[in-house]
Nanobody, 123 residues
Framework: QVRLVESGGGLVQAGESLRLSCAAS????????LGWFRQAPGKEREFVAA????????KYADSVKGRFTISRDNAENTAYLQMNSLKPEDTAVYYC????????????????WGQGTQVTVAS
């Protein structure tokens, strides 16, 4: 069972930056496609960004393109989401998740989710 722990969230002002981390407890981390997702109160969970196994390919939601950067360090079994120019609309609980299939990650078709990390952007 792969275990993922998100961290790095917090309260920031609009325009500031945060870097989220996703630590994986698995020895096969590099075999997984990884994605970041977020869910605001009263809204459905939405796709934010995804990264391929080697880190050479990425995909972003239009709402974060140009502001967020997803990356991964397979040697440390950790992925990151660098969030710049944060907006109040970015306020949400952010989750990471992994799957062998890129399509599954982008679609957010997961059986379970972790605790996530809260990001609050004040105006």
């Amino acid at each position: 069972q792969v275990r993922l722990v998100e961290s790095g969230g917090g309260l920031v002002q609009a325009g500031e930056s945060l870097r989220l981390s996703c630590a994986a407890s698995t020895r096969t981390f590099s075999t997984y496609v990884l994605g970041w997702f977020r869910q605001a109160p009263g809204k459905e969970r939405e796709f934010v960004a995804a990264i391929t196994r080697s880190g050479g390919g990425t995909k972003y939601a239009d709402s974060v393109k140009g502001r967020f950067t997803i990356s991964r360090d397979n040697a440390e079994n950790t992925a990151y989401l660098q969030m710049n120019s944060l907006k109040p609309e970015d306020t949400a609980v952010y989750y990471c998740n992994v799957d062998f299939n890129f399509r599954t990650v982008v679609a957010g078709s997961f059986d379970s989710w972790g605790q996530g990390t809260q990001v609050t952007v004040a105006s």
